[in-house]
């Protein structure tokens, strides 16, 4: 084992210094700084080698963590990002945005006695480090094919697939009903996570390896998804899930109630140069404004963070279970914490008040029963106990479900699950329909970049499996 390695012992564990809260609550700039060169190598250099690595185990990617680890150890930056980059095609987007406490990090053997490797902020190091030094090449075909795919939809799982299939040599489009590619990487995910110049520089750089990109296109709108299917040779459908989900309840239909994603895409439009409507109307804008922001997930504390940096007079959430049964992110919660949101946990809301807009949220307090079938603890509302919280703006964070795609397509042959989600075979990644793939979000329902990355890497190399047999039978027909 070389000396450079198994500096845990000595050396403690350090993230990238985070901005103090006065100053990162006012920008929408992400929160961490970068690691230096000599940082990161000495982070890089408390991995333990150890003999099972559980977080590369751990990572929906099975990145090779320990490798990259000690080559960036030992200064040889560009065999770390070549190693990184062979098994992930956005490791600074995962190394940013990843729940690594649940993945790889929260895994690393080293964590019994000391803090985990920093393995997130190394991966963001080594890639944004390659970019900065002209590393990072396009991955254009040796030999071109003659075959084409269309892919639906330009978020990490589309676009994972789109350049796995176009190094391959296949024509490759990508169609998305936005007018920018990045999916929820670029419309959803608050740049405080993740800066909208690291996606844009990736998107650059698949259009240079021959990517080509038909953008506004909405598919069962615009464009059938029978006239799509005809002009290629294989379909992925990595459409997401965008179906927000509602809440009942008297009042629920007065203005200034809005769907956290409506919320959020504003907020992201607004920082990168657009015109909002909504926004300029004041009905997206938190500024000035007592918010309260009802669910427990990451994309509810999206949504608190947000309304902070905007200039919200206060900012609530209102989860119906308690801290220890949050879904989201720890971390997240913290930040948002230090940022001053005040969690409201075991409260639901019963009615929304107000005669014109909203005014406030009628909440009940909620206790936690005995563990129902799932083994999750059931909740239930405590008769008599009441609150009104006040608010000018009330953000719906309650997750999302998939669009009834078999309807909205006219495809009634398109398989869907009893969740709505997109049915495929799990080795073939075929749809019902033959030479329709699926992918990310929509096959697995609202789940992590990382995952969509994955699946979108796995179909592609289905697609091509399907496309060379395709082609081997027309040949032996001619
Ligand atoms: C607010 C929020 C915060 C999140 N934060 C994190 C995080 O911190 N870390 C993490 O790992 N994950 C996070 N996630 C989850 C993550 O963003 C998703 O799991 C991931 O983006 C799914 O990728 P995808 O490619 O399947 O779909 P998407 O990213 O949703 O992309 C789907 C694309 O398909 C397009 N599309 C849909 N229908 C059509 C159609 N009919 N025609 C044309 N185009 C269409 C959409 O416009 C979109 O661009 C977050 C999600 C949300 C909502
Ligand atoms: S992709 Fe995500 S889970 Fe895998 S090593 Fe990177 S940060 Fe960890």
Redesign the pocket.
Known sequence: MPERMLKFVNMPQQMPEKRGVPERAADFDEIYRDFAVPKAREQASRCSQCGVPF??V??????N?PDWLKLTAEGRLEEAYEV?AAT?NF?EI??RI???DR???GNCVIEKGFDSVT??AV??FVTDHAFDQGWVKPRSPIREREQSVGIIGAGPGGLAAAEQLRALGYQVVVYDRYDRAGGLLIYGIPSFKLEKDIVLRRWNLLEEAGIRFELGVDIGGDLSFAELRARHDAVLVATGVYKSRDIGGPGAGLPGIVPAIDYLTAANRIGLGDEVAGFASGELDAAGKRVVVIGGGDTAMDCVRTAVRQGALSVQCLYRRDKANMPGSMREVKNAEEEGVEFVWLSAPEAFLGDETVTAVRTVRMHLGLPDASGRQSVESVPGSHVNLPAELVIKALGFDPEALPTLWGEPGLEISRWGTLKVNHKSFMTSLPGVFAAGDIVRGAS?V?WA?RDGRDAAAAMHVHMQQTAALAEAAE
Request: charge should be negative; glycine fraction near 8%.
């Open positions: 977080c590369s751990h990572c929906p990617l099975n990145n963590i990184s992930n490791p995962c190394g990843c729940p690594q993945l790889c990090e393995i997130g991966e963001r992590l990382v990355i």
